[in-house]
């Protein structure tokens, strides 16, 4: 790669932060990391790298990013118009400005609820997600362009775990220390594709300048196949934490469904009586403790679209073209993964606890505040900025 500049879109969010830092630690070329939001810049100000501002929806903005890149690895994500109109900009800015290779971040989501062996053959299935529906149309834009001569790569990365990992670290970690989870029969056993995400950044980076990835989309997945029970388990054990209860389908539904519908209506409530609630709840402690039990009790616990939807689905991912045709292999081992994900929670004061006001801090870890009140830049989702 030698002395090409790289940007990276979505720099602050979970992937692209570590692209950013992979590629400046590996000596692989001149880093520019693109970011909408400064106040999400800590992680990345820990390195001597070019930062700029790179909101996707502004194509002046991206011009000037994209001004002197030869490769862009595109990893800003959001809503709906951030993913679709904010991969247009990111293409046509890269065709203007004469880059070498575009490699876009898409998602194994775009298989929708297809179950097998899912190849990149396989056809998009749009299921009604905002996240992966998107992400089909931005990938139809990458072919849309790609016909029009701009060198551009797909990667389908499946589950990414790992450190800085909010959504299949952080967040699942803070669920199995809330004590509501559980292992789910009758829903927990469809397949988990993981992926560490040091082997999603080696994929990215042989993507960005093999000569065969051109015009390609590939799966990238890692090299163990595990239920969404056995995933639970497992980061369930290596956090130390007590064994975890079996759920019958029926209680998952019917609780699942519950808090489902405690979700939707606290929204709506939120929407139109959050001054009063609030007073009250500033006014008496149990009206306080009620609420903050509700919200801990609502964030740990599967919604039922998790359930039916994600922890049931039986497709298993196969990788066997970026293998074949990239020379990519996945290196890390779900325990090795593990290992390193529980050891950085460790080290890191959590971002604030998914499960809630009120509710203990994960992982015996001191809260935020004893430390200067610095936590972790996590993105909104493994989404918000990829």
Known sequence: MGGRTVLVTGATGFIGGWVAEAMYLSELGRVRAGIKNWAHAARLARWPIEIVPCDVLDPDQ??????????????AVGNRVVVVEGTRNVLAAAQRSGVERVVHLSTAEVYGNASGNIAETCGYQYTGSEYADSKIDAEKLCWEFSSRGLPVTVLRP????????????VNLAARLQSGNWATYDGYGDGICNLVYIDDLISAIVIALTHPRAVGEAFNIVGPQVVTWNQYFESLNAALGLPELRAASSSRSRVKSAATDLIR??????????DQPIGQIRRRFDWADEMVSHLKRLVKSTPTARELQNLYSRRAIYIADKACHVLGWEPQTSLEAG????????????PPPSPVGAGSPRPFGLPDARSMG?????????DGGEV
């Open 62 to 75: 991206l011009a000037l990013a994209m001004s002197g890149a030869d490769l862009v690895v595109h990893c």
């Open 158 to 169: 499946s589950i990414v775990y790992g450190p800085f990992s909010e959504t299949w670290t």
């Open 338 to 349: 593990l290992k390193m994900s529980v050891a950085w929670l460790r080290l890191c004061p």
């Open 373 to 381: 009140g610095v936590t972790p830049p996590l993105q909104e989702r």
């Open 264 to 273: 939707s209506s606290s929204k709506n409530v939120r929407d139109h009586f």
